[in-house]
């Protein structure tokens, strides 16, 4: 059960590093091999690639949070159900993603993580990121 804790309390520091803007804190949960999938183009990134998509985010969508969190936690990882919300900077407009996520844990890090989101969400968090 000790070992669950400890997931449980690892997923809930990188999803609060993500909605506080902490890059860092959110890469330094991966381990520098991780693989991180998406639905939406089914490609395999790095942390490091994660980290600079999820810094461009974080300077486009304001006021994020990741509501209606549920954690489940087994042996060797986690999946979190939830909707992260926000506000684009650039009009001011509302947006929310509902999302899944699955990742395998080992050693108190994340090995995997395969993201789950409908592509349209998606467009209207990205709708300003060229401009």
């Avoid at 998406?38 to 974080?58: K, P, Y």
Wanted: hydrophobic letters at 40%.
């Amino acid at each position: 059960m000790a070992e669950q804790d400890d997931i449980r309390a690892m997923a809930t520091r990188f999803f609060n590093a993500i909605e506080a803007g902490d890059i860092e804190t959110m890469r330094e949960t991966f381990t520098a091999d991780a693989k991180i999938w998406h639905n939406t183009d089914e490609l395999i990134v790095t942390r490091d690639q994660t980290a600079q998509t999820l810094t461009g985010m974080a300077s486009r969508i304001k006021n994020r949070e990741y509501a209606d969190r549920q954690l489940t936690v087994f042996p060797g990882g986690f999946v979190q159900q939830h909707v992260l919300k926000g506000v684009r900077v650039h009009d001011d407009v509302p947006v929310r993603l509902p999302c899944a996520i699955i990742c395998k844990v080992e050693n108190g890090k994340i090995t995997r993580l395969d993201e789950y989101f409908d592509s349209a969400h998606v467009a209207e968090f990205r709708k300003f990121a060229n401009a």
